[in-house]
């Protein structure tokens, strides 16, 4: 597939059908992908990208080039996401500042076979945490955003953030035990 640059972008802009279709094809694996990773549910998933789509084209006039285009779109896509689970489940967890033992993170060297392995358990570990906590370490481990940025996405306190992170993160570790 051909690279995404400005052109591209500026056409959409403009509204031609083409480059919105090129647009779309570059990008719908991966907007379908964060959207799914939170919903859990396919057809939600697909009608959140696909709205997620609509809200690109039609807030493009927004887009400001400091922001790299992947992000915006992804973050589009994220916030979508969110908003439909709000929709289905709207009671987000909130927990007062507490503090939390550090946990120990192994690092060991070990085939791929079972790194494959390790991954598939993980990532079934990570469907099974409740929403709140699935969103949070789905958001921070796999979509790389910061504890500040998810705050901002889930319109709740960084602190907030931090603490289901980690109790999300020693529930995966006491799951994964």
């Known amino acids: ?17 083409k480059a919105q279709t090129h647009l779309y094809t570059f990008f719908y694996k991966k907007v379908y992908n ?66 939390f033992h550090d946990l120990e993170e192994e690092d060991e060297s070990e085939d791929m076979e079972l790194t494959l392995e390790k991954a598939k358990q993980i990532k079934a570990a990570i469907e099974r945490l409740p929403d709140a906590a699935r969103v949070i370490i789905s958001l921070y481990l796999i979509e790389g955003y910061d504890h500040e940025e ?12 931090r603490i289901q992170y980690m109790r999300a993160k020693q529930k995966l570790i006491e799951t994964l035990k």
């Open 1 to 17: 597939m051909e690279e995404l640059n400005d052109n591209v972008i500026n056409l959409c802009k403009k509204g031609d059908r």
């Open 34 to 99: 964060s959207c799914f990773r939170i919903l859990q549910n396919q057809y939600e998933a697909e009608d959140a990208m696909q709205e997620s789509f609509l809200k690109v084209f039609s807030q493009l006039d927004k887009y400001e080039k400091e922001t790299p285009f992947e992000a915006w779109v992804l973050k589009i896509a994220i916030n979508t996401a969110i908003d439909k689970l709000r929709e289905n489940k709207p009671e987000w967890v909130n927990y007062e500042e507490e503090r």
């Open 150 to 161: 998810i705050s901002e996405i889930l319109h709740i306190s960084s602190g907030n953030v």
